[in-house]
T-cell receptor, first 113, second 113 residues
């Protein structure tokens, strides 16, 4: 199993540009999550999904959108990039039950200038 | 709102020492608590998961304890090695809105050879 994979690893965007961060997991997990980690801070939840076709907002959803058309993929969309979105983005997944661990991808480092 | 605090923010120890990392949380109504390791520029690796009904979990040289009523968890690392150098994060999952993990800001550990 590859686990949770994310692309790209690094990206620099200009203000106002848009992009999609890709996340794929091959563990057949129903739950998937997007977090952002700002320097020296803990991770904060952006969006999550409990299964294909179902998404919900986390703590910091503004400026982002998600979709979940398949169990494996959970892309995160930035429509109008702003400097405040400079961060490291982590995708995670977990099995159906909340008692289980979350498994994280390697992250995408995004800089908006 | 759940607040998770980790003290100290940074710790340096000589190789071979035993050490304790601390995690405290403000809302004791948690479902579980998870300890992660994060290497520079990398994703998070899950170390230990403690359910709210458990008092401790052990994996190799690592032992995590949980005192839910006092809002505290500790991660004990025995016989530290330079390879243990990393940032250690704790995260709690609430009983309500159980899809969100609340993260601490981490303890950056350096083990000096």
């Amino acid at each position: 199993n590859a686990g949770v994979t994310q692309t790209p690893k690094f990206r620099i965007l200009k203000i106002g540009q848009s992009m999609t961060l890709q996340c794929t997991q091959d563990m057949n997990h129903n739950y998937m999550y997007w977090y952002r980690q700002d320097p020296g801070m803990g991770l904060k939840l952006i969006y999550y999904s409990v299964g294909a076709g179902i998404t919900d907002k986390g703590e910091v959803p503004n400026g982002y959108n998600v979709s979940r058309s398949t169990t494996e993929d959970f892309p995160l969309r930035l429509e109008l990039a702003a400097p405040s979105q400079t961060s490291v983005y982590f995708c995670a997944s977990s099995p159906r039950e909340t008692a289980y661990e979350q498994y994280f991808g390697p992250g995408t480092r995004l800089t908006v200038t | 709102k759940q607040e998770v605090t980790q003290i100290p923010a940074a710790l340096s120890v000589p190789e071979g020492e035993n050490l304790v990392l601390n995690c405290s949380f403000t809302d004791s109504a948690i479902y579980n608590l998870q300890w992660f390791r994060q290497d520079p520029g990398k994703g998070l690796t899950s170390l230990l998961l403690i359910q709210s009904s458990q008092r401790e979990q052990t994996s190799g040289r690592l032992n995590a304890s949980l005192d839910k009523s006092s809002g505290r968890s500790t991660l004990y690392i025995a016989a530290s090695q330079p390879g243990d150098s990393a940032t250690y994060l704790c995260a709690v999952r609430q009983q309500t809105g159980a899809n969100n993990l609340f993260f601490g800001t981490g303890t950056r550990l350096t083990v000096i050879p």
